[in-house]
């Protein structure tokens, strides 16, 4: 096996290309009757592991990545030094509501029953959850919506945080820090997105937003990904969502022993897709963008 073995030269595991038949296989020839049961063991107690595929590849060169993330970085310790609130935000997986199979497994008596394929036209409809998350409070409050997912849903719903959350959470603060991913609903690219910020949150609440947008790709950054909602993924790990309100049940008891907390309401709203904002209105906008990656940090001020 010496030709078909790779590994890590860090943690020291190895792994081999052959399966486990195979190795029984060549062993046999060599007169030593095992069955792949024990090559398994035995790989095991040589420090071999099963593995998958790791995405960690990246053909787009982004000059720019280390940079944003340290700027993204001082502008977190900025806001929190003058106790001003920050907050992530982003779209959770869109979940098809009905008796389908959600990854996972539970200790049950008996497997619980689902469709044996995930038909749209099977669903109920579609739950978006959109998410808002406090990172000085360790606090989440997630839309779920059921219409679709645009740059209108997505500013209601921080709109609808700072209202019900934030600024009595932060009397006075007149400033606000959201991180975001560069792309969906509250791209770095997205006009209407902007646009809604302007009118919708700073010139209806005289807040001033700042956003930086993490790099292409490196959504799993945004902490909202790995605060919040991982913790939601494991909270309804193996249990089918059958219906609104078994969706919003399962986001709003999600707890963690480290403090998180996470509110859920149902939004029945309709979102028009594919909402345009012309060259004027862009031109309307009281937008300054940064010195440093204009297109991923700027901020809005109220009118």
């Not at 003058?82 to 098809?96: G, I, M, Q």
């Not at 059958?242 to 919003?248: I, L, P």
């Amino acid at each position: 096996m010496e030709h078909d073995t790779a590994g890590d030269p860090v943690s020291g595991v190895k792994w081999t290309r052959r399966t486990t038949e195979k190795v029984a296989d060549e062993l046999a020839l060599a007169g030593i009757e095992v069955c792949a049961n024990t090559v398994a063991k035995l790989l095991k107690g040589l420090g071999y592991r099963l593995r998958s595929n790791a995405k960690k590849l990246n053909r787009q060169k982004d000059t720019g990545r280390d940079a944003q993330f340290a700027y993204i970085a001082s502008m977190r310790e900025a806001f929190a030094q003058a106790a001003l609130p920050v907050v992530s935000v982003d779209a959770k997986h869109r979940e098809l509501v009905g008796e389908f199979k959600n990854p996972g497994a539970t200790w049950e008596q008996e497997p619980i029953l689902v469709l044996d394929h995930d038909f749209p036209s099977d669903a109920t409809g579609v739950a978006l959850p959109y998410g808002v998350y406090d990172l000085a409070a360790n606090h989440a409050c997630v839309s779920v919506g059921t219409s679709h997912d645009t740059p209108d849903f997505a500013v209601d719903n921080l709109a609808r945080w700072w209202a019900c959350h934030g600024r009595g959470r932060y009397p006075g603060a007149t400033e606000l820090l959201v991180l975001a991913d560069s792309g969906g609903s509250n791209g770095a690219r997205t006009r209407a997105w902007k646009h809604g910020l302007q009118h919708r949150l700073c010139d209806r609440y005289g807040l001033t937003v700042t956003v930086c947008h993490y790099p292409s790709g490196a959504s799993k950054w945004n902490p909202i990904e790995h605060r919040a909602f991982s913790e939601i993924s494991k909270n309804w790990a193996g249990q089918p969502l059958t219906d609104y309100d078994t969706v919003v049940n399962y986001i709003n008891t999600t707890r963690t022993k480290t403090g998180l907390r996470v509110d859920a309401h149902l939004v029945r709203a309709e979102y028009t897709t594919g909402v345009k904002i012309s060259d004027k209105e862009m031109k309307d906008l009281s937008i300054r963008h940064h010195d440093t990656q204009p297109t991923r940090n700027y901020t809005i001020s109220p009118k």
